[in-house]
């Protein structure tokens, strides 16, 4: 955690230098902090092993395998049913590398198998495998190896990128297999970051040819005189480059058009140039013209801070939940920085003037979520895109967004008093305590003794029993006696008690629960407020039980799948990747119907889970 702030906090203080000082080039590194930058990948590699999972699903969605690398370049696959939460080896390495060294002639390790894809047959004793350039059948009883056309899977083939370009990353190392399909050879060059062309392969008219490399590599494949065939880049777990000869011939997208000439300071070796643009940090490859963001603020000058930062804004009207100041609290508390505090300051006060100001639409002095007319994310600004609070509703006095904007303006009184500035703080005190008087006389429900939504355009509270109603604990809002209420509710069975707390709705509430996001699942995020909250009103022992056993369920699925994911099951019924992501579990159909996973509040805070239990 310490590392962590710390290291925020650096970040931090060198972006605001930066800005301030208008981007001046007495903050360059030299030549070899560039040269020592390009060799951390070769000299931090191989260091860690079963750090991350990338999944590949097989059809249905509820298995799928993985590869493993292992120390000394050895590599296993594992197989996963998701649905029962079992994994295994994915088939018996040894014989199907003994398979494989007959069929091919080559001397093939078991801990070294060329295994680029795997597909289920069409019965369990059967398997499609993608290795050394050629698809085959597997029997998994016998482990004979039947040979595959390759024309049965052209649609694996790696789609030729419009034009030759500098490798730009490095992902997990992997393999292309280049397939001549013309009348004559042709060669294979890597594109090195430096724009450079390495000749690596000739392939023979006819022949396919396997290539090792890393995941975001780009190769340039000419004909013998050196005319540009085909550009593809290489992706995780493996594929193949078809060259027919015709990519020439396909519609290729404009070439973008150039942006204007910037100011700014230059790189060392003179390729990019850095740059303010948007309230933003940008670096410009001075070849092609694209352009980089380097900072996502994004705060415009009337204080908005938008759901997203666009050069133009065009999220602008939807917010993100105030939680800004939290922040800045947290990494102040370890690095005591009060120039950077100072700087950060007024940028908070604006973006929480803001919120007060825009998203109080009945005047009443409570703040509401923008809630869209979309069936799988009906108020993505709330964070809480699916729940069940949102489901007829159009404008609601939100427990959530109410309690973290109160908690912003005690953090900020707070701020002001360090700094001098005592007006100020009594202003926000007061804002405070008006945002927590109100919670407690419009949002407490004496029917269900707990906090719930107003709905403003029909004058009533709502029946939605949500996670969210925890949150005035956090910010003081609640009283004593609301307090122990609450904490009743985590214990009892009908309301919060599930075998993984804290489910996001509650058990009474069967007729809309769904192992869909908001809609029954457990939030990482969520149960560190809840158990910051439950500190701040004395339940300690309630605060480290529920920390313990969101830390306890992190750390058992990043075992079992080595990843961290965005949500789990409050019933532990169902393992994270088989879980619904806006109405269906269907990876291969889009990005969004699967539980994210390696990045976002859950690999954040774990870092805090684990400082607390030290």
């Known amino acids: 955690m310490l590392s962590r702030m710390t290291a925020l906090a650096a970040w931090s203080r060198s972006l605001g230098a930066l800005l301030a000082l208008g981007l001046t080039a007495s903050g360059q590194g030299t030549r070899a902090d560039y040269e020592r930058a390009l060799k951390v990948r070769e000299t931090t590699a191989n260091k860690v092993f079963k750090q991350s999972v990338k999944a590949q699903w097989l059809p249905g ?34 014989r199907l590398a003994t398979a494989l060294s007959q069929a091919t002639g080559k001397e093939i390790k078991a801990d070294r198998l060329p295994v680029e894809k795997l597909e289920l047959g069409p019965d369990a004793g059967a398997m499609g495998v993608s290795a050394e350039g050629q698809w085959w059948t597997l029997n998994l ?12 899977k052209a649609a694996a083939s790696l789609r030729a990128l419009d034009r030759p370009r500098p490798t730009r990353r490095t992902g997990e190392e992997t393999s292309i297999t280049f397939v001549n399909q013309t009348q004559g050879d042709v060669v294979a060059y890597w594109m090195a ?22 995941a975001g590599h780009v190769w340039l494949i000419t004909d013998a005189r050196g005319e540009t065939l085909a550009v593809f880049e290489a992706t995780e777990g493996g594929s193949e480059a078809v060259i027919d000869g015709k990519q020439n011939d396909r519609p290729r997208p404009a070439p973008r058009s150039l942006a204007p000439r910037v100011r700014g300071p230059e790189s060392p070796d003179g390729q990019w140039r850095a740059f ?74 604006a973006y929480v003037r803001w919120d007060l100001a825009h998203r109080d639409s009945d005047g009443a002095g409570l703040v509401e979520w923008a809630i869209e007319a979309h069936a799988n994310c009906r108020s993505g600004e709330s964070g809480m895109d699916n729940s069940t609070r949102f489901d007829t509703a159009t404008r609601l006095d939100a427990t959530d967004f109410n309690s973290f904007l109160a908690h912003e303006c005690e953090h900020l009184a707070a701020f002001a008093d360090l700094l001098g500035k005592p007006a100020e703080a009594a202003e926000w005190r007061q804002i405070h305590q008006r945002l927590c008087r109100l919670i407690r006389e419009r949002l407490w429900s004496d029917q269900h003794r707990f906090f719930v939504d107003y709905d403003v355009e029909h004058g009533a509270q709502s029946d939605a029993l949500a996670s969210a109603g925890f949150l005035p604990l956090l910010c003081g809002a609640a009283t004593p006696e609301q307090a122990k209420h609450l904490r009743d509710a985590l214990h009892d069975p009908t309301l919060f008690a599930t075998a993984l707390p804290v489910a996001s709705i509650a058990v009474r509430d069967a007729a809309h629960y769904q192992k869909d996001m908001w809609r029954g699942p457990v939030w990482v995020n969520i ?64 990005p969004f119907h699967q539980v994210f996973h390696d990045y976002g509040w859950t690999a954040t805070l774990f870092v805090d889970y684990a400082w607390r239990r030290r």
């Open 61 to 94: 969605n509820t298995n799928f395998w993985y590869r493993n690398d292992l120390a000394g370049g050895a590599r296993e696959f594992v197989f996963v049913d998701a649905i029962k939460g079992e994994r295994r080896l994915a088939f018996d390495h040894a």
């Open 141 to 152: 009883t016998s482990y004979e190896l039947r040979e595959t056309n390759r024309a049965d």
């Open 193 to 214: 970051e430096d724009g450079e062309r390495r000749r690596y392969a000739t392939v023979k008219a006819g022949e396919h040819y396997r290539q090792h490399t890393f």
């Open 276 to 349: 303010l643009k948007d309230h933003n940090v940008y670096i410009r490859n001075q070849q092609n013209g694209e352009e980089t963001a380097l900072s996502t603020d994004g705060q415009a000058d009337d204080g908005r801070v938008p759901i997203r930062s666009d050069p133009d804004f065009s999220d602008a009207r939807l917010t993100q939940p105030p939680v800004l100041a939290l922040a800045v609290a947290l990494v102040f508390e370890k690095s005591g920085d009060r120039a950077w505090l100072e700087h950060l300051y007024p940028k908070l006060g």
């Open 527 to 590: 149960n560190w407020c809840i158990a910051r909250g439950l500190e701040r009103y004395g339940y300690a022992d309630d605060a480290r039980a529920l920390d313990r056993a969101t830390a306890d369920e992190i750390a058992r699925c990043c075992l079992a799948y080595g990843t961290l994911f965005e949500f789990f099951d409050d019933r532990r019924e169902v393992e994270p990747p088989a879980l619904l992501r806006k109405g269906k579990c269907a990876p291969e159909a889009s």
